[in-house]
């Protein structure tokens, strides 16, 4: 037994080291938020009272927004993070609760059809006749989806897709490389831009395509969340003849509280985060967090406390949301999420 | 039979239809993800420049030959897989062992757990840019503990491999608690009695480790390491902040290098067929990935 003990004991330095690794990081931003200019420009510093005397300068300064605005971004990051997480969860949950509860079937042919039209169809129409983007858009989902729907229901030959490939498809939506969408979202929005629709570098804009951005997170987690769920409670609501939108929203949401606490926690964390579209698509007025420390990055280099400062303000909601879900991945509930 | 009026039965119809449910986040993701993309890829085959705006013009394949025969492009595509592979490797070692480790309970775990998981949830950015601090050559405290060997001053984010090193270890840094995370889940699933037996039987531990644990756990760590590989793939942020993707172009990855090409040159086409180009590499390593995980399971069984 005596191999297993130092295995043992090799493990837990190993979980100290990592612990201390992990740390590190977030110590010295701590610390350098309160720095004085001094502690910064001579060296590194590490600890307060000892090394350095301790200010709340760099906290002043960003409040009263003497080197730019720094509230404004937090607002937009709040607002867009908070109203795209509510979007989202909220679709994400209804997609995942028709995928448990229904059984869907799209012919493969149907879904090729679809693709051929819009991709052809969008082409013809901007090309050769120079229609407008957007109105391209909206006729070609009008039109595809009308055929495609259509055709669904007609005796195809060819595979049939079940409701696996349907979450599938909302999950691989995730796949994509996220340049490639929020290039061609940029390219769109700029689009109506011109036609006098602010999309770029506004609250719907962001919102829109956060819910997107969020929707395959959800989709995926309240699946495996409502399958945890028991049918019977809603057979009897149905057996009283009460409508499903009823059930859903009187029975089953409310049943799966934790489920959506979780779903909405993770949705939120990366849209809090997310840098890359924000980065296209808002350009002054929806600046979010992200963008704002990374513009400090190269326009104020060396002002570590400033840029510690904006840094804490990210990070803090995310340390709460961090310490719910360890608490959660204890109780076991997120091991569902990974079958 | 009891009568029911034609109306009702409609109203029911749409009420009790599944279709409620499932079309608004599927209208969602078609005009924000699907539409969009149909769009780039047309003007993919376009060039298109805003600055100084020029009106779309069809060139067919060009854009994708320009970029096929263009060595920046290769580069990219070389500087990401380096950074992906050594720090996923890195990430499935590292956070396979700690979620053994916190499987068994070590003191201390319940504010392990919590600490272990914490980096995924930063920003990218906030990360880059402590480790920005971190890294500095003179100022940070990385380079104090090399002076402490009496090593000089190492100007870790100019010098190509070096930098290269500085990304893999934020992205295993931050992504890490991802692989904890999920083996972690993976191994409270394991049923118990298998281990109980190979217990009673004496086999010792790293045995009960190579025989039980790791075969068992194979299929989510070959689920763990793809979503990584993928994720992985999507690296910017980091990089942005990090080194801007310099020295040069010699650590810009896929994603920085197609950012730049749109909003430093403007050039549309171009940006949309790199993308696309994008698309079409992670879709190859994807597979590649995925035949070479395959045959691993194939000879497990």
Aim: glycine share 6%; with cysteine; hydrophobic share 55%.
């Amino acid at each position: 037994m005596s191999a297993e003990r130092k295995i043992r004991n090799l493990a837990s330095g190993l979980a100290v080291i990592w612990f201390l690794f992990c740390l590190f990081p977030l110590w010295w931003i701590f610390v350098t938020a309160i720095k004085p200019p001094l502690a910064v420009s001579q060296g590194a510093t590490y600890f307060p009272f000892i090394d350095f005397q301790p200010t709340l300068q760099a906290y002043r300064d960003a409040v009263s927004g003497i080197r730019g605005d720094f509230v404004g971004p937090i607002f937009n990051s709040i607002v867009v993070s908070v109203i795209s997480t509510v979007i989202s969860v909220f679709l994400g949950a209804m997609a995942a609760y028709s995928l448990v509860r229904f059984e869907f079937r799209v012919k493969l042919l149907a879904g090729l059809v679809f693709a051929i039209i819009s991709i052809g169809g969008f082409a013809i129409l901007t090309e050769i006749y120079s229609v407008k983007v957007p109105y391209a858009i909206a006729i070609i989902m009008f039109v595809a989806l009308f055929i495609s729907v259509l055709l669904n229901r007609v005796d195809l030959p060819g595979p049939v897709m079940n409701n696996n490939d349907v979450t599938f498809w909302f999950v691989s939506q995730r796949m994509f490389p996220p340049i490639v969408s929020a290039f061609a979202l940029f390219l769109l929005y700029s689009e109506m831009n011109k036609l006098g629709v602010r999309m770029l570098d506004s609250l719907p804009g962001l919102v829109l395509a956060y819910s997107a951005f969020g929707l395959p997170f959800s989709v995926w987690l309240m699946r495996d969340f409502f399958e945890t769920i028991p049918v019977e409670v809603e057979e009897a609501a149905m057996v009283d003849n009460i409508s499903r939108m009823r059930i859903f929203f009187q029975i089953v949401l409310p049943m799966s509280k934790p489920g959506l606490v979780a779903t909405s926690m993770i949705v939120l964390a990366f849209i809090w985060n997310e840098f890359l579209f924000g980065l296209l698509l808002t350009s002054s007025k929806w600046q979010t967090l992200p963008i704002l420390m990374a513009g400090q990055n190269s326009s104020r280099g060396d002002e570590w406390w400033a840029i510690s400062v904006a840094a804490l303000v990210s990070i803090l909601p995310m340390i709460l949301v961090a310490t719910f879900l360890g608490r959660m991945m204890r109780s076991g509930l997120l091991a569902g999420s990974i079958k | 039979m009891y009568p029911v009026r034609y109306e009702d039965m409609v109203l029911t119809k749409i009420l009790e239809s599944k279709h409620l449910f499932i079309w608004p986040a599927f209208l969602t993701v078609l005009i924000v993800s699907l539409f969009p993309l149909v769009y780039a890829l047309i003007v993919s085959f376009q060039s298109i420049r805003l600055v100084p705006p020029i009106p779309p013009r069809f060139v067919g394949l060009d854009n994708y030959a320009e970029i096929v025969s263009s060595a920046r492009f290769w580069g990219s595509i070389t500087t990401t897989a380096i950074i992906v592979c050594i720090s996923v490797f890195l990430q499935y070692v590292i956070g396979f062992t700690l979620a053994l480790t916190l499987h068994h309970n070590v003191r201390g775990a319940s504010l392990y757990r919590v600490v272990f998981l914490l980096p995924m949830f930063l920003a990218p950015v906030c990360v880059a840019l402590i480790a920005k601090m971190l890294f500095h050559p003179v100022l940070g405290p990385v380079n104090d503990l090399f002076t402490i060997f009496g090593s000089p001053n190492i100007s870790f984010l100019t010098v190509p491999p070096l930098a290269i090193a500085v990304l893999v270890i934020v992205e295993t840094w931050q992504w890490t608690p991802f692989v904890v995370l999920l083996m972690l889940a993976g191994l409270q699933g394991l049923p118990s009695d298998v281990f109980e037996a190979a217990r009673v039987d004496n086999i010792s531990i790293w045995r009960r480790f190579r025989d039980i644990t790791f075969p068992m756990l194979l299929p989510l760590s070959i689920a763990v390491i793809f979503i990584r590989m993928i994720e992985g793939f999507k690296i910017v942020d980091t990089v942005f902040i990090l080194t801007g993707g310099g020295p040069g172009t010699s650590t810009e990855t896929l994603t920085l290098f197609a950012y730049n090409e749109g909003f430093k040159k403007f050039n549309m086409g171009m940006t949309s067929a790199l993308s696309f180009m994008f698309l079409i590499v992670v879709i190859v390593f994807g597979s590649v990935y995925l035949a070479a995980a395959q045959r691993i399971v194939r000879r497990y069984k």
